[in-house]
């Protein structure tokens, strides 16, 4: 499941996507916008910015923007800052794989085998969806409606 944490930090990127090229945005106007509780995207966007994905000017006129390109920026590099692991169990975890406690012997465990497909699958969308996808998607979306 998807954490609060991590779908702000998508809202919050979405909407400094279809701010690009514009002054900053302040967060108090993201966070109405978003509905994303301030405090709290507060520390998302500290987070984004010490990544690298954002940029932040401070006084008059200032606010955050983005650092890159809507395209250059993947769900999957958002989603390792904000929750860590992409793999659903600790064993089939690229970057923060674990040993099960539990686990007798990973070879032949029929169990981790399936959440590596899990992984691997998810890996392939999220690796190849970008903040600019999800800002076409809702145009999309929208003009279907």
């Given at each position: 499941?998807?954490?609060?944490?991590?779908?702000?930090?998508?809202?919050?990127?979405?909407?400094?996507?279809?701010?690009?090229?514009?002054?900053?945005?302040?967060?108090?106007?993201?966070?109405?916008?978003?509905?994303?509780?301030?405090?709290?995207?507060?520390?998302?966007?500290?987070?984004?910015?010490?990544?690298?994905?954002l940029y932040s000017k401070k006084g008059a006129g200032?606010?955050?923007s983005l650092n890159k390109d809507p395209k250059d920026?993947?769900?999957?590099?958002?989603?390792?800052?904000?929750?860590?692991?992409?793999?659903?169990?600790?064993?089939?975890?690229?970057?923060?794989?674990?040993?099960?406690e539990e686990c007798k012997a990973e070879g032949t465990?029929?169990?981790?085998?399936?959440?590596?497909?899990?992984?691997?699958?998810?890996?392939?969308?999220?690796?190849?969806?970008?903040?600019?996808?999800?800002?076409?998607?809702?145009?999309?979306?929208?003009?279907?409606?």
């Open positions: 499941m998807l954490s609060k944490k991590t779908k702000y930090a998508i809202k919050a990127l979405v909407s400094l996507g279809k701010n690009a090229g514009n002054p900053p945005v302040q967060i108090s106007k993201i966070a109405e916008q978003e509905k994303i509780p301030k405090k709290f995207l507060e520390q998302i966007l500290l987070d984004l910015r010490n990544a690298g994905y200032g606010g955050y920026i993947f769900l999957v590099q958002i989603m390792r800052i904000t929750d860590g692991p992409i793999a659903m169990v600790p064993c089939a975890s690229l970057n923060f794989y674990h040993k099960c465990c029929g169990i981790r085998s399936v959440f590596i497909d899990v992984r691997d699958a998810t890996l392939h969308i999220l690796s190849e969806t970008s903040i600019a996808d999800i800002i076409s998607r809702e145009m999309n979306l929208i003009a279907d409606a």
